[in-house]
């Protein structure tokens, strides 16, 4: 069946630091893939997404590449800031799929120091 | 931001009493679910809803049960509440599948089972 596997956390970063948080993904179709992210005491939004193979998803300077080859989407950013803070989610949506079903990973919790 | 709201927001109650979660939602979606997140879990998916008096059981539904005689509202209950049915229930709607795929999520429902 479909599932996604992500890194596991906390992951403990300084300002401006490099951010990597992978994501793997096993599905039968043609997913769609996402990173969704939770900030404190707040329901999940939509970070950034990519429905296709090569395809690039970016937003607020996070990027993941849908890299069919490897089965990943991994999550980076250049340079964090505290407010990035946050617990990350990887998500995928077979395309063929009529109920719209997501399948979510654990998530993984960021913190950034200043 | 998604017209999404669920009440109550935090709930304390005890163990076998029946419970009931509403998540309400303005954006005359077809598709809503019940999620819960608990630690190490991330999210799964207890219930969702293609359509009014449509629905179908996710991948942790035992215990609950659900309702939707209009679009606007999905209700989540459990009939007798345990101590493992403390968490945080999230409701997210979607438009549709065959569009962007996304999933726009409600605040949160916190409940305590003592």
């Known amino acids: 069946g479909d599932s996604v596997t992500q890194m596991e956390g906390p992951v403990t970063l300084s300002e401006e630091a490099f951010l990597t948080i992978n994501c793997t993904y096993t599905?039968?179709?043609?997913?769609?893939l996402f990173w969704y992210v939770q900030y404190p005491g707040e329901g999940l939004q939509l970070l950034l997404k990519?429905?296709?193979?090569?395809d690039k998803g970016s937003n607020k300077g996070f990027e993941a590449t849908y890299r069919k080859e490897t089965t990943s989407f991994h999550l980076e950013k250049g340079s964090v800031q505290v407010s990035d803070s946050a617990v990350y989610f990887c998500a995928l949506r077979d395309r063929g799929s009529t109920l719209g079903r997501l399948y979510f990973g654990r998530g993984t919790q960021l913190t950034v120091w200043p | 931001d998604a017209g999404i709201t669920q009440s109550p927001r935090h709930k304390v109650t005890e163990t076998g009493t029946p419970v009931t979660l509403r998540c309400h939602q303005t954006e005359n979606h077809r598709y809503m679910y019940w999620y819960r997140q608990d630690p190490g879990h991330g999210l799964r998916l207890i219930h969702y809803?293609?359509?009014?008096?449509?629905?179908d059981k996710g991948e942790v539904s035992d215990g609950y049960s659900v309702s939707r005689s209009k679009t606007e509202d999905f209700l989540l209950t459990l009939e007798s509440a345990t101590s493992s049915q403390t968490s945080v229930y999230f409701c997210?709607?979607?438009?549709?599948?065959?569009?962007?795929?996304?999933?726009?999520f409600g605040e949160g429902s916190r409940l305590t089972v003592l």
């Open positions: 990519a429905t296709k193979a090569d």
């Open positions: 997210a709607i979607m438009s549709s599948p065959e569009a962007t795929g996304e999933l726009f």
């Open positions: 809803s293609y359509g009014v008096k449509d629905t």
């Open positions: 599905a039968t179709g043609y997913p769609s």
